[in-house]
């Protein structure tokens, strides 16, 4: 059970492959970020299973789930993903858990079927959109630490990185796993955090929201949390000192205990 089960369904027209940490409790659904496999949250899925039934997804265009040219990548059919998945493997209304562009693709599925989101927990979401600053991770950053990893050169590239180290387990997987990602997907996804409101997207969900952010990298800032809350007061937020975007995997420690105190909140206020 280290990397759980993995299992593949057809939803959304789509093959679509996920991990299973299966434990007695609510379930969740985890919904990574922009180049970050299913795999690499085995370990805040092995976490939860200890009082959860929890699920990580492949997004399209990412780990052994359908990827190519054919592919529409954008965040409209990622949340479409999200809800077919839900339906065809029967797991009924659930919290999902979304990391950076899994947070936005989270928050757009919460609008679109709402009757399969218990609750919604945003991790270190995009706040880019129309008229807003860009988000602050230069996406030439994130395609030369890509097609490294498609030319064979992640662990190298990774030790060269400016940003903060990961544990030597979870930089070894990421090393391994990051060319399964499409570059076409990386293309797609800054292009909707630019031109995608994910404000508006907040304003229409109806589910209990919480926010956890990094405290460093400068992806949510205060102003952006302050706006948030205008939006939905009742949204419990928190920062992790210290630790910057990939916050998951940079302090698990204090990740999991601002993920299990958002979860607690979220159940005793339903």
Known sequence: MKFGTGKVVRANGIRQHYLHFPG???????VPGIVSPAILWSHVGRWLMSDHD???????????SESGPHLDYGLDACAEDVAAFIRETHIGSTTLIGHSM??????????KAPELVRALVLVDPPT????RRRY???IARTLSLLQAAHRGEAAEALRSSIAAPWPEDLQRLRAEWLSTCDERAVYAAYEDFHSQ?????LARTACPVSLICAGEGGVVSDADIEEMRH??????????????HQLQAENFAGFSELLGAALRHQYSSN
Do not use: Q
């Open 102 to 111: 899994g947070a936005r693709i989270a928050l757009r599925m919460s609008t």
């Open 128 to 131: 880019s959109g129309p008229g």
């Open 136 to 138: 602050p991770i230069p």
């Open 24 to 30: 007695v409790g609510p379930r969740v659904l985890i």
């Open 197 to 201: 409101d994910m404000f508006a997207d």
């Open 231 to 244: 939006l939905r007061p009742d949204m419990e937020a928190s920062r992790l000192a210290g630790a910057g």
């Open 54 to 64: 929890c699920f990580v997804l492949d997004v399209r265009g990412r780990g052994l």
